[in-house]
């Protein structure tokens, strides 16, 4: 059982997520549940049989107060067998997280009556470690930069792929309960994963959006080589692009940021293969 996200304004509010095999043996229950039900339409589940089913699903709060939003939200992540409550103010997400426990938590900047960064802020002050996800139509780096200030973890614009939604969501569910952020680095530059910040001698760099995921991807897979292609796949999720002309814009802009001019790139190219910072950078 999920407690209340904000009872006793604990540091430890939130229930650990469902280990990994516990959570599959789970959802092959659900399965069996449902192809059950499928033939066995006049049967009637008993409480236990309730209890396995919604136990396996996955609870989320949206915050947002544009209808098209909500049903465009609902419509993808139902599919993927998450529960979701709606909120369509601040005051009422606030009033659910206390009391019912949620997964993760999808909050739109603009909500009337306590904005999403506010609400974040004091979900972060009463120790709530929920996942938060950002939800806005503000996509300049200083507005991201105040919503993760806020203490949300990710941060999606609309309009958003649904695609790209169902991969943030579930980033988010694979995160440990205890998470907070790590540093990741090379050579002279320093990349923290919970603040979003990347600093080069210790001054702060600003990079944009793909700057920053590509820098990310490459330094938690240091020592792997990465083709252009493997690359566009996990760090765009748009298709508008080629991805040749994606990668070599993005990295070129970031190596300018990056590199020092008397040192090899950090990022290397190799010829016909594709791009990798080394593990002993």
């Not at 039900?37 to 006049?42: A, S």
């Amino acid at each position: 059982m999920r407690q209340n996200t904000l009872s006793k304004m604990a540091p430890d509010s939130q229930v650990p997520h469902p280990a990994l095999n516990l959570y599959r043996f789970l959802d092959f229950l659900l399965h069996l549940l449902a192809a059950f039900r499928i033939r066995n339409p006049r049967y009637r589940f008993s409480n236990l049989e309730f209890c396995i089913l919604f136990s396996c699903m996955t609870k989320l709060l949206l915050a947002e107060d544009d209808e098209l939003t909500i049903s465009a939200v609902v419509d993808v992540l139902t599919r993927e067998r998450i529960e979701i409550d709606i909120a369509t103010t601040g005051v009422d997400a606030r009033e659910k997280l206390l009391f019912f426990g949620y997964d993760v938590i999808i909050l739109d900047w603009g909500l009337p009556g306590i904005s999403g960064p506010e609400l974040c802020k004091e979900l972060r002050a009463a120790g709530v470690k929920t996942p938060v996800l950002m939800l806005t139509g503000k996509s300049s780096i200083n507005d991201k930069e105040q919503g993760f200030s806020s203490g949300v973890d990710d941060y999606l614009t609309k309009p958003f792929h649904s695609k790209e939604l169902i991969l943030r969501v579930q980033a988010l569910l694979r995160r440990p309960q205890n998470y907070v952020g790590e540093v990741l680095s090379c050579r002279k530059i320093v990349l923290d994963t919970k603040t979003k910040r990347v600093t080069k001698d210790g001054a702060e760099l600003r990079l944009r959006p793909k700057e920053y995921d590509l820098l990310e991807f490459l330094l938690r897979h240091k020592g792997t080589i990465f083709s252009a292609e493997a690359i566009f796949e996990r760090v765009w999720s748009s298709e508008s692009e080629s991805a040749n002309d994606a990668i070599f814009t993005c990295m070129k802009r970031l190596r300018q940021q990056i590199d020092d001019e008397d040192n090899p790139s950090i990022i290397k190219t190799v010829r016909g293969s594709g791009y990798v910072i080394d593990a002993e950078d």
